[in-house]
């Protein structure tokens, strides 16, 4: 069984990329929307709501667990949770800067991310290793997240979008990052205001292959699950939506 969570409806954005190679997957989806956004809580209370449900979704027979969630996999190390629970494979997203740095012909690269991924340690320890010679601009962008999860018209996410287009570029930013999974599910709005020269890298497609080349599938899969921790209407929209899926939601308090 594959557990997948987020905070909210970005994980999907890696969902649909899991379905995409493989239609029928055992697996369990869980939307922390009781607590979302992420990026801009505590850093503890984030390593206490990843590793909550990393917990929960072990005890439902999840033997694959994806943290499809920048701020949770920076704010907790994967290797924290493959340590408490060692019979558990945990993948999570990182933010994109090696492949951002292989992209640069400018030397000046971008990436979009919440608050608490843009300031997090981890960020710096992968920018000394992969971009030490780059300049990378993060564009914290809390306002972003909170539309997109709940489905703001595009006049709205243009409106957002518009300063951080023109600070990439003016600074000559010629490839951009999505550090964020809800960042994901527009980025036909963020391309539509950049240059053509600006290449965007969406690390979804990336996570869903290499969860699969680990996963070890029953000859059928059980129907998906999809859970919320907020209402059932958080989340239904977006599997309608994003999925074409009319799935029940379970609502979960954890």
């Known amino acids: 069984m594959i557990g997948?969570?987020?905070s909210g409806i970005g994980g999907l954005s890696i969902l649909s990329q899991l379905l995409r190679l493989k239609k029928s997957l055992p697996l369990i989806y869980l939307a922390d929307q009781a607590h979302t956004p992420y990026g801009t809580k505590p850093r503890s209370f984030v390593r206490h709501r990843t590793t909550t449900i990393s917990s929960w979704l072990v005890s439902q027979s999840c033997n694959t667990v994806?943290?499809?969630?920048?701020t949770a996999t920076v704010t907790t190390p994967v290797s924290a949770l493959r340590t408490q629970f060692p019979h558990t494979?945990?993948?999570g997203i990182e933010p994109p800067v090696k492949p951002?740095?292989?992209?640069?012909?400018?030397g000046?690269?971008?990436?979009?991310?919440?608050p608490l991924t843009a300031k997090s340690p981890q960020l710096d320890r992968l920018t000394a290793q992969y971009a030490s010679s780059l300049t990378l601009h993060s564009f914290p962008t809390p306002d972003l997240v909170i539309a997109i999860e709940h489905f703001a018209p595009p006049s709205t996410i243009r409106a957002l979008l518009q300063p951080i287009h023109h600070h990439i570029i003016h600074l000559n930013i010629d490839a951009l990052g999505l550090a964020c999974?809800?960042?994901?599910l527009i980025q036909p709005l963020i391309q539509s205001s950049l240059p053509r020269s600006t290449q965007i890298y969406d690390p979804s497609s990336a996570v869903a292959n290499q969860a699969l080349k680990h996963l070890h599938l029953p000859p059928s899969a059980s129907p998906p699950r999809?859970?919320?921790?907020?209402?059932?209407?958080?989340?239904q929209p977006a599997l309608h939506n994003l999925l074409s899926l009319s799935t029940p939601v379970e609502s979960l308090q954890i």
Do not use: E, K
């Open 108 to 114: 000046h690269i971008g990436l979009l991310a919440t």
């Open 226 to 235: 999809f859970i919320t921790t907020g209402a059932p209407f958080q989340l």
């Open 89 to 91: 494979h945990f993948i």
């Open 4 to 6: 997948v969570f987020d």
């Open 181 to 184: 999974t809800h960042f994901s």
């Open 66 to 70: 994806i943290i499809a969630c920048n």
């Open 100 to 106: 951002l740095a292989r992209l640069t012909q400018t």
